[in-house]
Every structure is written in C-alpha cells, then in structure tokens.
C-alpha cells in the first residue's frame, strides 16, 4: 500500500542536541510538508518542499532545517537553536503543481520530547 | 491570504444525535476546502473536500459539508453520531496561487456521549 511512512514514532532529545525526523512516501507525489502541532493551535507549517532540491521556510522554520536530496524523503533535522522543540511533528505529501485541488496525505506523526 | 476559523474547540454531542461543525474561511479566491479528522497518536485522515460543481460534498463515515460563498463558511455535519466518531477534526483551505500549500484551522475536538 502507497503511504507516508514517518520513524520514530517518539524521539527524546537531549538539550544542545540535534535530531533528525525521518519521512518517506512511496506515492510518487512531488510536494512535501512538515507541521508541528500544539495543542489547541493546529497545524504550523515548518518547511515544504515542491520539488528535488528545491525547499521554502514556512510559518514557523526558526530552528529546523530540512534536505531533499530525493523525491521520496524529506528528512527535518530539529537543531539546538529550537528552544521549545517539544510537539507531535506530522509529515505530508501532496501531488505537487499538477494537482493543487487534491489535499494532503499525512504519516502518523513523531512524538518529539526534551529529556 | 487565506485563513480559517474553526468556531468551537470542543463539541459534545450524544449518540445519535447530529453532529455540526463549524468551519469558516477567508480568501480572495475561489477556495478549495478540505476537512480532516485526527485520531489520538494519528495523522489526519482526508473526510471530504470541496474543489468546483456541487455545492453539498459527501465524504466517508457518513460526512458532508456545504460550500456556501456568501458565507464564507463550510460546516462539516453528519445526521447521527457515532462513538467511533470521537476525534479531533480540522478545516482546511488552499487556493490555486499557493501551490498546493493548505491553511489549517485550529481543530475542534468532538465528544461523543453515551
């Protein structure tokens, strides 16, 4: 079956600490998203990326840094500069500039804690 | 820009009772509107989107939702609750401009009681 497959499901960090969130899809879809979500405040977005080598900041991308070095990964790196890095983390995909009614598929998520 | 506002964090509802949702957006063109449910420790599942034609949208587990551009406003309902119901639901909108990128509401947590 075709999906987004996100690992770990919970991550800790310790502080100064860099961590590395893994996402990969298997949809052959060419955009990809990160969100961090809060309670009570929805989906934030951190970085998304429309194609291969090509990545934009989002609403919230103090802190993280992201690669896409191939289509199917969209790996985000949450660095010592993020000081409230604590969230439940969600990876999408979507089919890209060819398909901008069709809405977003989602991984189940990383658990992100300071230890 | 676009933005969403959901109205309500948190609804309760009994068995069998009807569900409403509120949801209303902002955009200076035309939307494509999306709802998503997330259960705990999930990502969001796609219940039904709203692109062109039809106002009134059916998604699965027994969803709609209304386009109504006077209104601004796209509320999610279901005629009869379901305990599997219980979730936390999100609407979304994205317009053509943005490349696919979609703006979440802040979600609204159903409870369904017995």
């Known amino acids: 079956d075709g999906g987004i497959t996100q690992s770990p499901k919970y991550l800790f960090r310790k502080e100064g600490q860099n961590v590395t969130l893994s996402c990969e899809q298997n949809l052959n879809h060419d955009a990809m998203y990160w969100y961090r979500q809060d309670p009570g405040q929805g989906l934030r977005l951190i970085y998304y990326?429309?194609?291969?080598?090509?990545?934009q900041k989002g609403d919230i991308a103090e802190g993280y840094s992201v690669s896409r070095e191939k289509k199917e990964s969209f790996p985000l790196t949450v660095t010592s500069a993020q000081k409230n890095p604590t969230a439940f983390y969600l990876c999408a995909s979507s089919i890209g500039r060819t398909g901008r009614r069709q809405p977003q598929h989602f991984g189940d998520g990383t658990r992100l804690s300071i230890l | 820009a676009q933005s969403v506002t959901q109205l309500g964090s948190h609804v309760s509802v009994s068995e069998g009772a009807l569900v409403l949702l509120r949801c209303n957006y902002s955009?200076?063109?035309?939307?494509?509107l999306f709802w998503y449910v997330q259960y705990p420790n999930q990502g969001l599942q796609l219940l039904l989107k709203?692109?062109?034609?039809?106002?009134l949208v059916k998604g699965i587990n027994g969803f709609e939702a209304e386009f109504k551009k006077s209104e601004t406003s796209f509320h999610l309902t279901k005629p009869s609750a379901h305990m599997s119901d219980a979730a936390e639901y999100f609407c979304a909108v994205s317009v053509e401009a943005n490349a696919g990128k979609s703006t979440f509401g802040d979600g609204t947590t159903l409870t369904v009681k017995p």
């Open positions: 709203y692109t062109t034609g039809a106002t």
């Open positions: 990326s429309q194609i291969v080598n090509d990545f």
């Open positions: 955009s200076s063109v035309p939307p494509y």
